[in-house]
């Protein structure tokens, strides 16, 4: 999983949904506000990909995936019998893949690789590698991808998660985003201020 503030603008930009209306024609705000619907998926034996938001959309799928663990659900951080397991983006990037995947195959008696591919940053449609993902860009984007949000995305987004599956299952708080709101607030409040002062 990735977190969502710095998933959704990449949606937005190269969504995953291949019909004709996948949303690229919209502005983001509308995007984020938009029926998500995609074509059912075979592999992933998948026939309902569609929510009233894109947003929503990513609570189920990953709920879907990981419906066959349902200690997930209890927020088991190992279940017993686990067939899946949950990668964070940000952990793999910044812990490294020998970490982050190797610690949870030793976890289960699998010797891991000691070398892997460096993570790229973008993937595209069938698997187009982009750049080399970095600590520094991750450490970038959550300073500034917020930025591209008005705080009303920002409310509408967090208004549309369930936030106790992203923290106790996922991993992810929102906390700096709640931060970055009151900050902005505060900016506003100031130069309302300052303009009725003068």
């Not at 937005?12 to 949904?17: A, E, F, L, S, V």
């Not at 993570?119 to 959550?142: L, M």
């Amino acid at each position: 999983s990735r977190d969502i503030f710095s998933w959704l603008p990449k949606m937005h930009k190269n969504t995953y949904c291949h019909n004709e209306d996948s949303g690229e024609d919209l502005s983001f705000s509308d995007f984020l506000r938009s029926d998500y619907k995609c074509n059912p998926h075979p592999v992933l034996n998948v026939t309902d990909i569609s929510a009233t938001n894109i947003i929503r959309m990513r609570t189920k799928k990953y709920k879907h995936w990981l419906t066959h663990n349902p200690d997930y659900f209890n927020f088991n951080p190992k279940p017993k019998f686990c067939t899946r397991v949950h990668l964070r983006y940000e952990s793999i990037i910044e812990d490294g893949q020998e970490n982050t995947i190797g610690e949870i195959l030793k976890g289960y008696g699998i010797n891991s690789h000691t070398e892997f591919y460096p993570v790229a940053k973008h993937a595209g449609p069938r698997g187009a590698v982009g750049k080399q993902h970095t600590k520094t860009d991750i450490q970038r984007e959550s300073r500034d991808v917020l930025a591209q949000y008005s705080i009303d995305d920002l409310l509408y987004v967090l208004e549309n998660l369930d936030l106790e599956f992203e923290k106790n299952v996922l991993n992810y708080t929102y906390d700096y985003v709640l931060d970055y709101i009151e900050e902005e607030t505060e900016k506003v409040r100031n130069t309302l201020s300052n303009t009725l002062s003068s």
